[in-house]
């Protein structure tokens, strides 16, 4: 009862930490339901999912805070056995920047958590702000999964999201080593990446993207023609050339779709194929048929 009720106040996210404070902490003061401490009290999580700081971003809030200050003060959790000492469960990046902006303290609320809690808080600030590339999203639901033993309807619950994202933001991280670091770099959107994951070759497509500017249909169109391929190759019958009524009502129905399908004729009877490369390609279809 306990863990049901610390997840529903996480699903919240970080808003009901805001104005929460704990006890006073040595050389740190209180000021309006929130703290502030000298900015090299406060260390990073090794466990943040957010690993990527763009140069640039960091730059651009820099300068915001040295005009206006941190709006929304950073959590942290005390570092056992070490006074004076802080861990960031939420805000490294406003941390990083009031650096830059060589402030010299921060505000911050203490917020007590075990490991698994402060994991979570990371990931859901990190979602809520779409601060995260989606590679660094899949390893942090892979990191809630298999430390804590979270289902993706958990990890949909607690994040917010549908389980179908959570399901398919996690099979991204079978894509390549060079295609994921595509990702994490920003060089292609999480849309071409989950395409990516229905191709033959990921790798040489992710280069195309980059080096042709393709787009996301782009990708899912190559990867319903390697599909139709394989299809082919598997059958091991002699082709036999469809007539133009055919092809026509093919084309027909996949521009009608946005999904590739094909029509086999057997006689006086057949079958009608739809091919979808995401599982929100299938909700849609089902949401079409049955609306």
């Known amino acids: 009862m306990a863990e049901e009720a610390t997840r529903r106040r996480l699903g919240r996210g970080l808003a009901a930490l805001i104005g929460d404070a ?23 999580n090794p466990r943040n999912p957010r690993v990527s700081f763009r140069e640039e971003e960091l730059a651009d809030l820099a300068a915001s805070i040295r005009e206006k200050g941190i709006i929304q003060p950073i959590v942290v959790r005390t570092v056992p056995g070490v006074a004076d000492a ?3 469960i939420a805000g490294e990046r406003r941390w990083r920047a009031a650096q830059l902006a060589n402030l010299a303290d921060v505000p911050i609320i203490v917020h007590e958590a075990d490991d698994r809690e402060a994991l979570e808080l990371a990931i859901i600030e990190n979602v809520q702000r779409a601060d995260l590339n989606a590679i660094e999203e899949a390893r942090g639901y892979e990191r809630l999964g298999k430390e804590f033993g979270y289902s993706q309807t958990d990890l949909a619950k607690i994040i917010g999201k549908s389980r179908s994202h959570v399901a398919n933001t996690l099979r991204l991280l079978n894509l390549p080593e060079a295609s994921r670091r595509l990702v994490t770099e920003g060089a292609i959107s999480a849309g071409h990446a989950r395409a990516l994951l229905a191709v033959d070759n990921p790798d040489s497509v992710a280069r195309r993207v980059v080096e042709e500017g393709l787009t996301v ?13 394989k299809l082919e190759t598997k059958s091991r019958k002699p082709r036999v050339e469809k007539d133009a009524d055919t092809v026509a009502m093919e084309k027909l129905l996949t521009d009608a779709l946005g999904l590739y399908v094909s029509i086999h004729h057997h006689g006086e ?8 490369t995401t599982l929100e390609q299938l909700d849609g279809l089902c949401r079409r048929l049955t609306g």
């Open 86 to 88: 802080y861990e960031i």
């Open 217 to 229: 249909r782009d990708v899912e169109r190559l990867a319903q023609e390697d599909s139709g391929a």
């Open 269 to 276: 009877s057949g079958e009608l194929r739809i091919r979808y």
């Open 22 to 44: 704990g006890e006073e902490a040595p050389a740190v003061e209180r000021a309006r339901g929130q703290r502030r401490a000298p900015i090299e009290f406060l260390r990073p």
